[in-house]
């Protein structure tokens, strides 16, 4: 599970960082840029999924995340259609009479959450498809700001996941799909979805946004950019949502352990079948 707390326990060691930079700078009495070398990668094993822990600074990555989110605060909210909540960040999808509502928390960055879609993401269509439940999407940009990998690809996709949205429920879902497949979906240190392009090409693989224009344009122009941002604040304010692949049936969290998602089909569906409404 990518979790979204991690770069808080290393404030101490950043403001040390800052601190020396600042004292060096005086001393030298020049601009002199810092290289932070070396990379240090945690292999961590969760429930049939992989997450990485990389420590690899990089301050060029970082400036497109602080120049992605202030151009968007800059823009006028859009609301997707197809959404619901004052800020459109309500996104159900599925038979609205369903009794039972399963919550899916995800970051499009988030390898782990790749994994899940891999292996479960078709039964989860299914079940959807089948009436079993309702989803609720809540979307995570968490990534974009961990210290040790930073970037835009996490909201710069989330708004493009806001453009097919308007197109439709099902191109939202076979987008996200297709954003999530192994040949598209980059390794966790790789922004490569802070690309436009990137984000248009996978969208040929799409059939209802082959070709679209209107979404290509919604991309290109970052129309749902403010969406994105203003989604990512909701899923920072569930605060018992700590990282990404999480769920939550009918508001009870899905765990095969304390902390661990299902990641495969037979531990996701005797979890809900456990936890339906009859």
């Known amino acids: 599970m990518s979790n979204r707390n991690s770069h808080q326990n290393k404030q101490a060691a950043r403001e040390r960082l800052r601190a020396e930079r ?44 602080q120049k992605w989110q202030a151009a968007a605060k800059k823009q006028s ?14 996104v159900v999808i599925g038979d609205k009479k369903s ?17 899940f879609e891999k292996f479960t993401g078709p039964t989860v269509l299914k079940d959807i498809k089948d009436g079993t439940f309702k989803a609720q999407f809540t979307m995570g940009t968490f990534l ?7 970037g835009a690809g996490s909201k710069n996709a989330l708004s493009a996941l806001g453009a097919a949205l308007n197109v439709s429920p099902q191109a939202f879902l076979d987008y996200k799909a297709a954003l ?7 390794e966790e240190t790789d922004d490569a979805f802070a690309s436009d392009q990137k984000l248009i090409d996978v969208a040929q693989q799409v059939k209802e946004l082959k070709g679209n224009a209107a979404f290509e344009k919604a991309v290109k ?3 749902y950019d403010r969406w994105a941002l203003a989604m990512s604040k909701t899923f920072n304010d569930t605060k ?11 508001g009870k969290k899905l765990e095969v352990e304390k902390g661990k998602p299902p990641m495969t089909p037979d531990q996701f569906t005797p979890l809900v079948q456990q936890g339906l409404k009859k």
């Open 22 to 65: 600042e004292r060096q700078a005086k001393k030298e009495r020049m601009r002199r840029q810092l290289f932070v070398g070396g990379a240090v990668v945690a292999v961590l094993a969760i429930a049939g999924g992989i997450g990485y822990a990389v420590t690899n600074m990089n301050t060029g990555t970082d400036n497109v995340n």
């Open 77 to 90: 909210l859009v609301k997707p259609a197809n959404t619901s909540g004052p800020q459109g960040t309500t």
């Open 99 to 115: 009794k039972n509502t399963l919550h899916v928390y995800e970051d499009m960055r988030c390898p782990v959450c790749a994994q």
């Open 144 to 150: 974009d700001d961990n210290e040790q990998m930073p």
């Open 180 to 186: 999530y497949s192994p040949k598209n979906h980059p």
């Open 221 to 223: 122009k970052g129309t």
């Open 240 to 250: 018992d949502v700590t990282g990404t692949p999480s769920f939550k049936l009918n």
